[in-house]
């Protein structure tokens, strides 16, 4: 009798353990939320614009540390400051005073460069009317289960934010594009951030739901530079995007710090400027909402009632040829992938040539010599 009583129990338990696993699971997929997207741009052309290039670099970074892959990420740079003729490090771009930190780095993927970074083209980019031959890595393949970050910083003003010196988006045609976004159910939920002079004027005629938006200044107000290098010569960063990135660098995948915490980023005392969020439009409490929400990545899980030892060595199987029967061999991880050598691989050393002048110095002594020795009468024996 005892015996049937404790089965009973054991029963009951893994029964409502298993209920407690199809109502997470049930949950999850419930949230409407499967894949997160990034769409970073830089507006700004010309050397003393570097610090535009750096802000979009920097959150380009952040979004990378935290797991959303280049596949998810439409990166668009009008100016490549690292491969300009001013750059002092060329193949660099730092948002740290004495060249402290480098956010070029040496995978970064540009999507869109110099004069293909235009308003028409941003716009084809939310709302997906891009021509049949262009190519998926400059494409927003989202879909109404994407969570979408979309980060400007360049030159503004009062509604209008400036392409390339030469054009400018209005809050009202962006408006415009985020409701179409939301008709052609492309994108779960967005969040917004722009770093701007009078940044709040471009969410001020946003009328689509599940819009979040940040910006860096209220209307009649800078958005201030910081960082300024004397070795580069110009600012590094804008000081909201600065103290944006400091924030971002404590957060890791797991991290349970919430959107109520990105609001305080950057306050008045740090920034002169007053930055200012708008969040009426969305339908979740800010502080229900994680910031991996947008900046993270959504992994792929499988559920599983299984104990799995994440600790033991993986276990290849090969089948002998010699002896005809299985054989298994033990390969840890950085046997199979050295990740270490890859990443701390040294270049290979290329043949020596000397440098530019060398030889034409060289010729140039060699006759100097010959004049002063023989003069030049003599001159005919060398040619």
């Excluded at 927003?140 to 934010?161: K, M, P, Q, V, W």
């Excluded at 392409?163 to 985020?178: G, K, P, R, T, Y």
């Excluded at 992938?337 to 050393?349: A, G, Y």
């Excluded at 006759?367 to 005919?380: A, P, S």
Aim: hydrophobic share 40%.
């Amino acid at each position: 009798m005892k015996i049937l009583t404790l089965l009973s129990l054991f029963y009951t338990y893994l029964l409502a353990d298993s209920l407690d696993i199809v109502n997470n699971a049930g949950q999850f997929f419930s949230s409407g939320h499967t894949n997160n997207w990034a769409v970073l741009v830089c507006t700004s052309r010309f050397w003393f614009n570097y610090r535009h290039v750096a802000n979009t670099l920097s959150v380009y970074r952040s979004v990378k540390r935290l797991g959303i892959p280049d596949s998810h990420i439409v990166l668009m740079l009008a100016d490549d400051m690292a491969c300009s003729h001013r750059n002092p490090k060329p193949a660099t771009v730092f948002s740290h005073k004495n060249m402290e930190l480098n956010v070029y780095g040496d995978d970064v993927e540009v999507d869109y460069r110099g004069y293909e970074v235009t308003v028409e083209n941003f716009l084809r980019v939310l709302t997906g009317r891009l021509p049949p031959s262009t190519p998926r890595s400059k494409r927003l393949l989202s879909d109404d289960r994407s969570n979408i970050l979309i980060y400007l910083t360049g030159h503004g003003g009062n509604g209008f934010l400036k392409f390339q010196d030469s054009e400018e988006i209005s809050n009202v045609e962006l408006a415009d594009a985020f409701e179409q976004m939301w008709q052609k159910r492309r994108y779960n939920e967005l969040l917004f951030i722009i770093d701007t002079c009078q940044g709040a004027s471009m969410y001020e005629r946003f009328y689509s739901p599940n819009i979040m938006a940040l910006a860096s200044s209220q209307v009649g107000e800078d958005s201030l530079s910081h960082q300024p290098d004397l070795a580069i010569g110009v600012h590094l960063m804008d000081r909201y995007t600065f103290y944006l990135l400091e924030f971002l660098e404590d957060i890791h995948p797991a991290s349970k710090t919430n959107m109520n915490d990105l609001f305080k980023v950057c306050p008045k005392s740090q920034c002169v400027s007053t930055p200012g969020h708008r969040t009426d439009l969305f339908l979740r409490d800010p502080g229900s909402v994680l910031i991996t929400d947008f900046f993270g990545s959504v992994r792929k899980v499988e559920i599983t009632m299984e104990t799995i030892n994440l600790t033991d060595q993986i276990n290849q199987v090969e089948k002998s040829a010699v002896y005809g029967e299985l054989q298994k061999e033990t390969y840890s991880y950085v046997d199979q992938l050295p990740v270490s050598e890859i990443i701390h691989q040294k270049p290979k050393q290329k043949d020596w040539h000397p440098p530019d002048g060398f030889i034409l110095g060289l010729w140039t002594l060699i006759l100097l010599v010959f004049f002063k020795t023989y003069g030049i009468k003599h001159l005919k024996h060398i040619f």
